[in-house]
């Protein structure tokens, strides 16, 4: 008599858990939606003007980004110097990352005294990086490189994939000497 009553309720909560699933489904993908609107709505008040080729010789006007299929956004203001850098390359980064909101919430990483220790990365790694950050170093390549990107979520670090939130990005890079 219990195990049939524990198969009663179990039976009545198997739609209600189904239910709820189905909800935050629907959810996360409405977040999708706003995160796409909140991208456009950036690129408008910023006069962004999305580009449909990368520029050959990968000179920039300003405020022209270029937007990768995988879904960053990227300007690159200097193309820096030397040779292009390999995969296990160990790079410092210098960045200010920010929300792209109407009011952005800012953090800095530009200099010593916004953080005491540059980031230093490696180039091909998404250990202290991720997929965003990998795509711009391959578009940025070379020491004292300079560039400007917006990473949606799907791109970004843990935090911003699971909050949903695409950042922008102003980044310097400089080649640790081998």
Request: proline share 6%; hydrophobic share 40%; with cysteine.
């Amino acid at each position: 008599m219990l195990m049939k009553q524990g198969y009663k309720i179990l039976l009545w909560m198997l739609p209600s858990l189904m239910l709820v699933g189905c909800e935050s489904a629907t959810s996360y993908s409405k977040l999708l939606e706003k995160e796409q609107k909140l991208i456009k709505d950036y690129i408008a008040r910023q006069g962004i003007e999305v580009l449909d080729e990368f520029p050959a010789d990968s000179v920039f006007a300003p405020n022209q980004y270029y937007h990768y299929p995988e879904g960053i956004y990227i300007q690159l203001i200097s193309k820096g110097e030397g040779e292009e850098m390999k995969s296990g390359r160990k790079i410092v980064v210098r960045f200010i990352q920010s929300t792209l909101d109407v009011e952005p919430v800012v953090e800095s990483y530009w200099t010593t005294m916004d953080k005491p220790y540059p980031v230093e990365v490696s180039y091909g790694s998404i250990t202290n990086s991720c997929e965003g950050w990998q795509k711009a170093f391959s578009v940025m390549k070379r020491n004292e490189s300079y560039a400007k990107f917006i990473v949606p979520s799907k791109l970004g670090f843990d935090a911003a994939a699971q909050a949903v939130k695409p950042l922008h990005y102003e980044m310097k890079i400089k080649l640790k000497p081998q």
